[in-house]
Structure formats: C-alpha cells, structure tokens
C-alpha cells in the first residue's frame, strides 16, 4: 500500500534554523543606562599617587568591548593609553605579567588602536608593550585581536 503523501507537516520546519553558516549578532543586546568603561577619576587618582599597577588593572577593567556606544570607546582608549604611556619601561613585564589571557588579547586591541591613532611618542611606548605582551601572549593573541569582531 502506499503511503498518503498529502501530509503537508513537513513544510512548517524552518530548515533556515538549522543552518551552521547562518550569520547572528552577538551584539544586539540592549546598552546598559550607566556609562561604561573605566572610572576616569580614579585612575587618574592612582597614576598621581603612583601606584601604576592598579591604575593599569582599573583601565582595563570594565572595557567596552560589547558596546556599540563609540564615546565611551575612545573615552576608554584615552584613559588606557595614558596608563600605557605612564609605565617606566622596566615596569612593563611585571604590568603584563599580571593579565590572564583574555587581559593579554583586551591589552593587545588597546595597543593596536593606539597604533591607529598615535600622539606623541606613544607609537615607541606601544611597541615596547606588544612586545612584552607577545612574549606572553604569543602569535594567537594577534591573530584572535585582529580578527575578533568584537572592538574596543
């Protein structure tokens, strides 16, 4: 006997959903009301009283990285890049050598877009931080850097 093939069930799957190759925003979760990024005061703070090591840790903490919000974005550069420009180029591993992994990779998108837009011999102090993050981080860290979707 045949089969009654006038079933039509099979035309309400959404084949579309299964698709491995189908694209999805990550970033179309709503912006939060606060602003983000590291407290600018504070590091600021940290810098004068000298204490390096906390301010680099407080600039990168809270990064807009998921944000689409551009003004917090270079506002949150500047602040890193200070930092970054403030160490003394022996204090530079030991700064490092405090990041997990994904600080290294966050540390690595800060110094290339300080590359992007560079001031006043920041471009000499940016090479000596790739150079030390590369040393930990290693050629993985530039290739998820640079082909991250995901920006600061």
């Excluded at 003004?71 to 997990?100: C, H």
């Excluded at 992994?101 to 790739?130: C, R, V």
Aim: without cysteine; charged residues 30%.
């Amino acid at each position: 006997m045949a089969k009654n093939t006038l079933s039509s069930r099979f035309r309400k799957v959404d084949i579309d959903e299964y698709d491995e190759n189908k694209f999805v925003d990550d970033q179309l979760q709503e912006e939060p009301a606060e602003p983000q990024g590291p407290d600018e005061a504070e590091v600021d703070s940290l810098i004068r009283q000298g204490e390096l090591l906390r301010a680099f840790q407080s600039a990168l903490r809270n990064s807009p990285v998921n944000s689409k919000n551009q003004v917090a974005k270079e506002r949150t550069q500047a602040i890193v890049l200070k930092v970054l420009t403030s160490f003394k180029s022996n204090e530079i591993e030991k700064a490092v050598n405090t990041l997990d992994p994904n600080g290294i990779d966050l540390l690595m998108k800060y110094i290339y877009k300080g590359f992007e837009k560079p001031t006043e011999n920041s471009s000499a102090i940016l090479l000596q931080w790739h150079e030390k993050a590369f040393v930990i981080g290693g050629l993985g860290s530039i290739v998820r850097v640079l082909t991250s979707r995901k920006t600061v």
